[in-house]
Nanobody, 114 residues
Framework: QVQLREYGGALVQPGGSLRLSCIAS????????MGWYRQTPGKQRELVAA???????DYADSVKGRFTISRDNAKNVITLQMNSLKPEDAAVYYC????????WGQGTQVTVSS
């Protein structure tokens, strides 16, 4: 049974940091491209960051230099370190596993507000 479970969403002040984690199970994690996406009400889900099976990373322009994605294939975990958070980063953040098909997590809420 495939599972992707996100953790770490919280309320944080602008300029603050947050670390999201996604724990995966039920599939061959190491060969999948893993990513973080986010969605706000009324908008399409958008890519935030992704890391391929070989460790190559890709980031949305809006988060470059502030967010860092990483993966631990031994623990089947990906993380998203988010620094210098802005109000526009507030969203539900989803973990995605992608290869020939895609799996999604349930999401975790990130709120950026003073």
């Amino acid at each position: 049974q495939v599972q992707l479970r996100e953790y770490g969403g919280a309320l944080v002040q602008p300029g603050g940091s947050l670390r999201l984690s996604c724990i995966a199970s039920g599939f061959a994690f190491s060969i999948y491209t893993m990513g973080w996406y986010r969605q706000t009400p009324g908008k399409q889900r958008e890519l935030v960051a992704a890391v391929t099976s070989s460790g190559n990373t890709d980031y949305a322009d809006s988060v470059k230099g502030r967010f860092t994605i990483s993966r631990d294939n031994a623990k089947n975990v990906i993380t998203l370190q988010m620094n210098s958070l802005k109000p526009e980063d507030a969203a539900v953040y989803y973990c995605k596993a992608d290869r020939s098909g895609a799996f999604w997590g349930q999401g975790t809420q990130v709120t950026v507000s003073s």
